[in-house]
């Protein structure tokens, strides 16, 4: 089953969501802190039958955040994105918070739902919600010395053993299995992604007071309780519901909840039938988007405005980083495409001598007749010099900032040192790319003393570098060998159009100006340019 992914413009703000299947609308809503990405074999069962789609909840996942969340608030958001994907009407499922979420949508806008599933609807007392509120969520600002990683390591692996995990009591022991490496390290990414901001999505649904409003329901509903499930034992404080809206309890296999949504909608769309779905998914003019080229899924970020016969740029961002990193390198009256090279951030893998002409490709496709600019950071340098030979008939502009120069030696001893983003049992590996990134701060890109470099230590910066580099595929030392590539320095001559290499006297641009072409113009690099390079 093919999962697409798409950007959809809300007034300021970009929601995420992903689609699939052919039929009437369903939409899933997934728990805190995760994004719809969680709910893949939710959405393999259900789209052999129905259209549907998995928003990322505001704040989460690869949605923009709402200011100070509560649940009537992004219960009004998911209606306000179903009116922009001209969903009348659906069913709807949500788990957890996602569950809170539904009840205040369907509430709000009752028509419009044609069957609900809440999977393990919440019913905090109010002395729980204190507690929640007070120890929860505690704050935990990245440090230098990397060890608020091995905190959300350990916090992410307790909530499977505690509920709520802050209290290691017998009577707070769950019902899971003791989570696998390769768990925690997933649930672990998804809150890394979030940062700081995932206070607010817990908080919201913490500090929810209207879950009573349940007995308000006048829609067809089901509510389901895994036997395992930490909100299980919530079953037995249900208000009286109304008729049409029916409890189960589930056993915990993995499969049994697959089944039971399946069934639930399947039973709904008999007794009475929604239609189909067929608008097709609206595309973003500016802002985030994705696109598909040749099947492999990019994600962009387009500005500015298409004149016929002017320039169109296409940045592209520094291996291990991410589009995000480069959104201001250019000025906003320019003509920009900047994506997430593939293998990095949302777009997808593809092998690594695939690269180059997945690029190409999407030149062709999605830019048109335009010349051609590209402005590429540090080690994309020698993919821009390849890109642009093959577009040579429409090159306008070839910038390279502070461009990769390394012999074969010094890239040997580079990837020598990369770490390995295998799950360890201990979270190790966290801590192992923390300290590496790191020295890229400090030397460049070994830890040699000729390498120190002087520059601002940032560890908000650093964080955020963890974040993109956390989500290159298929792992870090391939992804860099291929940026690598082979020396590009010579094919420079043979390039048409301006040529401008952006390289300041650091030592992160090791090479003599001698192994340049001497038609090639050096200028010392912009202010804000700097750091985006590595």
């Given amino acids: 089953m093919h999962i697409q992914r798409h950007d959809l413009r809300i007034g300021q703000r970009n929601l995420h969501y992903r689609r699939a299947g052919r039929g009437p609308a369903l939409v899933l809503l997934h728990q805190s802190p995760q994004s719809g990405a969680a709910l893949q074999p939710l959405i393999e069962t259900l789209a052999t039958r129905y259209t549907v789609f998995a928003p990322d909840t505001p704040g989460f996942g690869d949605s923009d955040p709402l200011p100070q969340p509560d649940i009537d608030t992004l219960g009004a958001a998911l209606n306000e994105?179903?009116?922009?994907?001209?969903?009348?009407?659906?069913?709807?499922y949500g788990v957890h918070t996602?569950?809170?979420?539904?009840?205040?949508?369907?509430?709000?806008?009752?028509?419009?739902?044609?069957?609900?599933?809440?999977?393990?609807?919440?019913?905090?007392?109010?002395?729980?919600r204190e507690e929640l509120l007070a120890h929860y969520l505690p704050a935990n600002p990245p440090h230098w010395s990397g060890q608020h990683l091995a905190w959300y390591w350990a916090r992410m692996r307790e909530q499977l053993i505690h509920w709520p995990w802050h209290a290691q009591r017998a009577q707070s022991r769950t019902n899971y299995a003791l989570p696998s490496a390769r768990q925690t390290d997933q649930s672990m990414r998804e809150l890394l992604r979030v940062g700081d901001a995932y206070r607010d999505g817990y908080r919201a649904a913490f500090a929810w007071t209207g879950r009573d409003r349940i007995a308000e329901l006048r829609v067809s509903a089901e509510l389901l309780y895994r036997s395992d499930d930490v909100l299980a034992p919530h079953r037995q404080r249900l208000p009286a519901l109304a008729d049409g809206v029916q409890v189960r309890e589930l056993a915990s296999a993995a499969d049994s909840i697959l089944n039971a949504v399946a069934q639930s909608f399947d039973a709904a769309l008999e007794r009475r039938p929604w239609p189909l779905h067929s608008a097709p998914?609206?595309?973003?003019?500016?802002?985030?988007?994705?696109?598909?080229?040749?099947?492999?899924?990019?994600?962009?970020?387009?500005?500015?405005?298409?004149?016929?016969?002017?320039?169109?740029?296409?940045?592209?961002?520094?291996?291990?980083r991410?589009?995000?990193?480069?959104?201001?390198?250019?000025p906003e009256t320019a003509a920009v495409d900047t994506i997430d090279l593939p293998n990095h951030g949302a777009s997808d893998s593809v092998p690594a001598n695939a690269v180059e002409a997945v690029l190409l490709r999407y030149v062709e496709q999605e830019l048109?007749?335009?010349?051609?600019?590209?402005?590429?950071?540090?080690?994309?340098?020698?993919?821009?010099?390849?890109?642009?030979?093959?577009?040579?008939?429409?090159?306008?502009k070839l910038w390279l900032v502070e461009p990769w120069q390394l012999g074969h030696g010094e890239r040997k001893a580079w990837l020598s040192g990369v770490p390995s983003m295998d799950a360890q049992a201990g979270g190790g590996h966290w801590l192992a790319l923390w300290q590496w990134l790191r020295e890229q701060q400090l030397y460049w890109p070994w830890g040699a003393p000729e390498r120190r470099l002087d520059g601002e230590y940032a560890v908000e910066i650093l964080q955020q570098r963890l974040v993109e580099a956390m989500q290159v595929r298929p792992d870090l030392k391939q992804a860099l060998a291929a940026a690598l590539g082979r020396p590009w320095r010579?094919?420079?001559?043979?390039?048409?159009?301006?040529?401008?290499?952006?390289?300041?006297?650091?030592?992160?641009?090791?090479?003599?100006?001698?192994?340049?072409?001497?038609?090639?113009e050096l200028r010392a690099p912009l202010p804000e340019w700097r750091g985006m390079a590595w």
């Fill in 98 to 128: 996602g569950a809170l979420i539904a009840l205040a949508a369907t509430l709000a806008a009752p028509a419009r739902i044609a069957h609900l599933v809440l999977d393990g609807y919440a019913l905090f007392t109010a002395a729980e």
């Fill in 368 to 396: 048109g007749e335009h010349p051609l600019a590209i402005l590429a950071f540090g080690g994309t340098a020698g993919c821009a010099v390849r890109l642009a030979r093959r577009c040579s008939s429409r090159m306008h």
């Fill in 322 to 330: 991410s589009a995000a990193s480069v959104l201001s390198a250019l």
């Fill in 81 to 92: 994105a179903l009116d922009a994907l001209r969903i009348r009407q659906c069913g709807l």
């Fill in 281 to 320: 998914s609206p595309t973003p003019a500016e802002g985030w988007s994705m696109c598909s080229v040749d099947g492999v899924q990019l994600r962009r970020h387009r500005r500015g405005t298409r004149r016929p016969g002017e320039p169109v740029w296409l940045c592209l961002h520094a291996p291990l």
């Fill in 490 to 520: 010579r094919e420079l001559q043979r390039l048409q159009g301006e040529i401008c290499v952006w390289r300041s006297d650091s030592v992160a641009s090791p090479g003599a100006d001698e192994r340049l072409p001497t038609r090639v």
